[in-house]
């Protein structure tokens, strides 16, 4: 492990401010929320981390499951009382992971992510040729040059939930005319998610692809489905030497309000989950809330624990595949429903198609299918303005 | 897998009970620079019966049992010094009612300092309870285990187990008993006018048995917050300045504190008064009195009140105060311990020089200074000392030092609090024979097999 980090282990106190949000309401680690151990707390990582480079305890299964059960949300990020190494810690969580993924003692559904996103280009052993079908007659053309590419990234491809969405986005974007096009069986797996997972060289690799497909096609700007996307082309693409406008399609619909897009009225009581990648990762708190903001009849409220304090839905850092948090109702996609729904919100609004699902899914885990429901920004805006569509 | 490990997984579930490597090396140690030692299981119960079952069990086969909140004690107190179980009680986190009119509040034992502060925050807003600085996760428990104090010690009740108002326990031997009203009639209004049982189980170190839930007492949280920063160069005037603002009776807070870093304040004591008040005018009002009681001292300009820049102002206001968390980066190495010795007032002078004379000797750094416990009754002095974990010969060196300091303050007439095992050695040497014996005896009736916290309050 770089000696930048090695250096940074032993300063970490183990006081615990990174388990809480900021206003303390409630554990806000989801691997803490999970298992409980002081282990599971990035705490009891860095002191793990460094107990396993001084040769004080071996990397198991168990520790494998300690560092991987991190969803890389960055709530320690924000909570941590150590300004000298609060910014590194899930780089530290990363950079471990990557030690463990050169010595071949990660955990097997970790193992089986990389090697199908290896083998397939996506996680879902799924023909590349598949990847433009969520746009299937919604007469999106491949990208020739328009404005921007709408880049829909592994989930948005593939996941049922997740091409639901990336239909309704683009539809949405679409009728407000903006000029896109999408590259189908072109594209590539955006590659954060492998990053967060320790394999750096495979998403360096994937990042190379996409950025020599973006090169080749003259993209400038790109419009992404997933936060996920949105930080590895923002954030690391750049190191790649891929230079690009990124933009999360959040932040298209909230410059288009009030010209193109005018949302029309939604006559429910809307609660907003920020996702990790996102907010915390990319501080766009603001996009998403304007958009709801300008609905009309939309009762907006908001959960404890919002903005920079949001309770990961536990798919981040590569979970949503490897599911090394399992279930319960210690679960934090559960956990968050719950907050939701003691809002009163009859809608849990996403705009991310791994919050998407988890939050579905946890609605059905807690029998409240009845209560709310998860509803991604763009079909809130479509369902109110669905006159002009 | 052996048989008590099946035995516990029975009682709380498989999810919940390790006897893995990771969690033996982190359950060993904290954050001070005590010895580890690894249990031989760790054990999360979710309620009062699985504490009850596991306590029972523990008790049948004589395995030590160490009941662990936060963890937060820096002290080694839930470092397993015979292995056995360490419970750790942080999944029993439930508020269970809060008595808006009676002001109190029941809690399970593992429910934090901060989640408590949370929910009463959203939920009832004129109340709090007194919050210690120690990091939002300690827990409530844990910290009434062993006398805490905190930001409503000085106006309010005194220690925080001053402000218990009942307990509900796990005895040694397995019982569930209720200690207080609760124990005769539904509300855990008070500990009078029954016999004090509650004693038996504050200042323990959890070696009478395991607290499961709480009745703490709650007081009135003003909205308007302020502070006010008095800065003298002369130790000798600390008893006499903490006394006049003590007598104003208008101080929620008062802290004193002395560090040899910023280098321009070497030398200079500062005070740290909290002030809190229901509006503007009752705040400009108290502020006044205040200054007013200390006007011999800036008149004759041996010391002033301190213009408090901003962002200083809010790190004072911040409760718990992330700032003290800050401290054990002070050597970029993750780590101090302190010796808090409880003494009375007018030992802070000898006890600061104290604390300069043993660091400036051993050659470690230091912040010291004094939180003042109910009216000036007496004062948690506390010697802090930061310590690079990476470095081996500075962590000997702060082990050291704290074990000079507990002497001293003990010399100095004054009780070590929280301490280490190796201070209660001292304390328990130069106690009263008698009152030592009737520990031993109540020790031997609640807990015949001496399985809770071995090695604590242990008459060698
Ligand atoms: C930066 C910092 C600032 C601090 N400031 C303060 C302060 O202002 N005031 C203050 O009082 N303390 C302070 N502390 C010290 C300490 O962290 C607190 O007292 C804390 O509240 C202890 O609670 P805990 O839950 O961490 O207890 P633990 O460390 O888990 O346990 C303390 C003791 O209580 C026992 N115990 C724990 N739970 C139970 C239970 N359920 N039943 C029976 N016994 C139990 C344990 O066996 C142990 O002996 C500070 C510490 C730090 C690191």
Redesign the pocket.
Known sequence: MDRDYTELLHRC?R?GWCKLPTNYQDFNCPAYLKYRFESFASGGRMWLIRAWLNGEIEPGERFAKILYSCVTCRNCVEACALPNIKDRLVDIFVAARADLVEQGRIPPAVRDYLKALSVSGNPYKMPQEHRGNWAEGLGIERYHGQEYLFYVGDVGSYDEVGMRMARSVAALLQSAGVSLGILGEEETSDGNDARALGEKGLADYLAGQNIGTFRNKGVKKIITLSPHGYNAMRNEYPVCGGVFEVFHYTQIINLLLGGRIRPGEYLKRVTYHDPCYLGRWNNEYGAPRRILGSIRGLVFVEMDRNRNNALCCGGGGGNFFTDMLGTGPDLSSRARVREALATGAEIIAVACPQCYKMLDDAVKAEGAQDAIEVKEVSEIVSASWGSHL | MDQIHERLTEIVGAAYVSDAAEEKFIYSR??GVQEPHAPDYVVLPGSAEEVSAVVGLANREKIPV?????????SG??IPQKGGIVLD?KRMNRIIEVNEKSHYAVVE??TS?GMLDAYLKKHHSALKHSL????P???I???I??H???HLSQSEGGF?SEMVTGLE?VLPTGELVRLGSCSTVPGWFSRAPLPDLVGL?LG???TT????KVGIKLYPRPPYHDVLVFMTEDIDAAPDILCRIINTGMAEDINYALAPKPDYLNGFQMTVINITAHSEEELGMKKKIIRESLRHYFETKEAGFMPVPPNLKANFLEV?QKA??K??DVRKGGG?EYV?AIMPLEKIPQACRAGMEITGRIGITYSLGA?IIGRGHSA?FFFAYPFNRADASEVGKVARALEETNETALKLGGIPW?TEISGQQLILRQMDPQTRELMEKIRGVLDPNRIM?PG?WEVA
Not at chain 2, 132 to 135: G, K, L, S, T
């Open positions: 106190f006081c | 904290d954050q160490v009941p662990m909140g936060g963890g937060l004690v820096l107190l839930t009680m034992a593992g300092q210690p600085d120690a990091p996760v300690a827990t428990a844990g910290n285990a062993i805490g104090s905190g925080h326990v189980f323990w170190n959890g048995g395991v607290i499961t718990p003290l968390s401290f054990a101090f808090g939180r948690m929280k916290n604590n």
